[in-house]
């Protein structure tokens, strides 16, 4: 008797979502914590979120590593989401960071 297996399923054969939480105010010295939180996870074959919706402040070295983090998902076909309240969302649209991560406006 031949057994039919079954077809791939483009849902099971997906990597489960990720979602990063971060929170507070990431500064300078936060920087190296926020890129070895980014390193662990840039290869990650599912979609990425990172959920930033109580942090209230990111530093032009978190907003680099940000944009490095989503330009190198983005060239490896990978999608990567932030959330982000309004304020903290603006500063990721001047920055430049959304070109790279897709934000969406979710308000504490």
């Known amino acids: 008797m031949t057994e039919i297996a079954d077809p791939p399923s483009p849902i099971r054969d997906q990597p489960l979502p990720l979602v990063e939480h971060y929170d507070g105010n990431i500064d300078l010295t936060d920087s190296v914590e926020l890129s070895v939180s980014l390193d662990r996870i840039v290869n990650h074959g599912g979609t990425v979120v990172l959920d930033m919706t109580t942090v209230e402040f990111l530093s032009t070295s978190a907003l680099s ?38 934000a969406a406006d979710h308000s504490v």
């Open 65 to 102: 590593l940000l944009s490095r983090f989503g330009r190198s998902r983005r060239r490896s076909g990978l999608v990567t989401r932030v959330a982000a309240g309004p304020r903290l969302r603006r500063s990721l649209e001047i920055s430049g960071v959304t070109d790279w991560i897709s």
